[in-house]
Each structure stands twice: as C-alpha cells, then as structure tokens.
C-alpha cells in the first residue's frame, strides 16, 4: 500500500531503512510513548531490520494493518511512522490510529498530513478507529485535535490497562468533516 499526499509518501518500510529506524527507535524522547517502561532502545540494524520484517507480517495477515514510512516527498527522509493496529486484548477487533516522529521531523505537520490520508484510506474499510495515549501526550493529543478526532478525555484503557486519554472517529464522522 502506497499513500501520496502533496508533501509526502506513505509507504511500506524496506530493508534500506533499516538506519533510519534504528536512529528513531533508540531515542528515548520517541519510545517513551510508545509502550510502558522499561523502554529499551533498538540496539543494532539487525533489530531495525525485524521491525521491518514485523510490519509485513502484519500486513499479510490482515491488508486493514499497516505501518508506512512517512517519508518526505522533497527529501526522501523518513520522518517516522503511521500505522493502523488492532487494539491489543480487543474481544471486537477494535483499531486503532497511531504515529511517531524522528525529533528532527516534527513540527512540520507531516504527523497531521499523514494520518488524515491514512484515516481517509483505512476508515472506509474498518468503520472505526481509536487513538489512544499517555494523558501527558501533548503533542500526540494536539494531532488528535487538528484531525477533529473525538476527545473522550483521559479514561481507563480497555485495551492496554491504566488511564489514557482517549480519542475516536467513526466512518461518517470523518466523512462528515471532510469536504467531498
């Protein structure tokens, strides 16, 4: 699955990547949000190279699961990632929306660009989708706002366990905010 949009191209990771994915996975102003201490950063390429061989193992099992490149159209560079995950320990196949930056790419909106193409591509085919974080997830919780994602405050995780604040789109939510 490739995604275009003016500025970027959301794409499938390849082996050719696998430097920039360690660069981003072994900072820990970036794997701080993205799962519960201990963080532990990516040692080596031949971690960074799994990462990229789980993501096609997860899209093979289900073509609605991805995680893309963002990559930037002008540069080339991978800002980061943009996925669309089940939700762990879900009883009704719930998913969810989600990203992360290298630090040098943020606040270039690439975070906001990405996930509304993702969102315009992948809500049609699940109906629904959650965004879920740490409550002190700022700039995660700004993106939410920008896409009008539904802010249902910080509340307990079903899925992961502890508070979280939480957001959530439906099909025609987003279909109703966007022009046609």
Request: negative net charge.
């Amino acid at each position: 699955m490739i995604i275009e949009t003016e500025r970027l191209v959301l794409r499938p990771y390849t082996d050719a990547d696998a430097e920039r994915v360690l660069d981003i996975h072994s900072r820990l102003e970036v794997i701080r949000w993205l799962d519960d201490p201990p963080w532990t950063p990516m040692a080596d390429l031949d971690e960074a190279r799994a990462w990229i061989a789980n993501w096609e193992r997860i899209h093979e099992k289900d073509e609605r699961d991805v995680g893309l490149a963002i990559e930037v159209r002008e540069t080339g560079v991978v800002a980061g990632t943009i996925m669309c995950v089940p939700l762990p320990k879900s009883q009704n196949g719930e998913k969810q929306i989600g990203w992360h930056l290298h630090p040098d790419s943020v606040g270039h909106g690439y975070v906001t660009e990405a996930a509304s193409a993702l969102l315009d591509h992948v809500l049609p085919l699940v109906g629904n989708l959650w965004c879920d974080m740490f409550a002190d997830n700022a700039p995660s919780a700004a993106v939410a706002r920008r896409l009008g994602l539904r802010e249902l405050g910080v509340r307990p995780d079903p899925w992961y366990g502890g508070e979280s604040l939480m957001f959530h789109v439906t099909r025609d939510e987003w279909q109703a905010r966007r022009p046609a």
